[in-house]
């Protein structure tokens, strides 16, 4: 099964960059390990007919409540492609992270769809200083060095 993705490096005014965190045990590596919760940029996949902006206005809101007013786009940065188990199903992701911006902080789960509801637990803007300190699962793993050209 393929899947292509959009990811959003959502930046606030403060150079912060919004994050999601999430906890979903059917979503583990082909070899059926389950990591737990970790962060990654909001997003998701790609609907059939939609284009990339549209998905990605389509995400923002139902992840943020931003609506296309909120935001302005940059450019698409980085392409990723890696291979889970999701639900059972062995997926090829094709992710493509795109640029925007927003003069607003504040941000709400109130339009998650009934999946995001049961998996994601919370967002939260972190600088690059707070990535770099953390602990906790982010993805990508090498978030950290390619944010600061972007930022």
């Known amino acids: 099964m393929m899947r292509n993705s959009i990811k959003i490096i959502l930046l606030n005014d403060a150079q912060e960059l919004l994050l999601m965190c999430m906890d979903d045990p059917a979503i583990t590596t ?39 007013s909120d935001i302005n786009f940059g450019p698409v940065v980085w392409f990723g492609e890696l291979e889970l188990i999701l639900s059972g199903k062995r997926t090829r992701m094709y992710e493509q992270y ?47 060095e390619y944010l600061p050209d972007i930022i």
């Open 98 to 144: 795109i640029v925007a911006t927003t003069k607003t902080s504040k941000v709400t789960l109130d339009n998650l769809t009934k999946y995001e509801q049961d998996v994601v637990h919370k967002l939260d803007w972190f600088s690059l200083d707070k990535i770099n300190s953390s602990d906790e699962v982010i993805y990508p793993v090498l978030l950290s």
């Open 30 to 68: 082909v070899d059926g390990q389950y990591n737990g919760m970790f962060w990654c940029a909001i997003g998701g996949v790609i609907e059939p007919g939609e284009t990339l902006h549209e998905a990605a206005i389509r995400e923002i809101y139902e992840e943020t409540g931003l609506t296309k």
